[in-house]
């Protein structure tokens, strides 16, 4: 196995590490930080720019910002029914939520 796959699951774990232990510490927004933090974007960039180039990144980063859309359906979904459902069966119906936009997004969109 090469070394930059053990890298980026490392780098990975440490993310949501740090994450977790801060939301679980009461402090969310400062969690929401490192959780939103390009840390892994960036790396991701970079070794899609070293692997393939400039025209690989940039397709990434549209699809990045397309699925923006059924990922911010997921958080919505978990702050509307976090409270009603409970944490679970909200992240769960979230999910579902998101691969179903996700899924349409697909369809229409030609060359996924």
Known sequence: MEIKY?????IGGIVVSVV?????????LLAAFFANL???TFITFLMIYYESGQK????YAKGLLIMLF????????V???GKKLGIPLSLF?????????????MKIKPGV
């Open 6 to 10: 053990f890298l980026y699951f490392f």
């Open 20 to 28: 977790t232990y801060l939301a679980s510490h009461g402090k969310g």
């Open 38 to 40: 390009p840390i892994i």
């Open 56 to 59: 690989a990144v940039l397709e």
């Open 70 to 77: 059924p990922w911010l359906g997921y958080v919505f979904t």
């Open 79 to 81: 702050l509307l029914l």
């Open 93 to 105: 119906t979230g999910l579902l939520i998101y691969l179903i936009f996700a899924y349409f997004i």
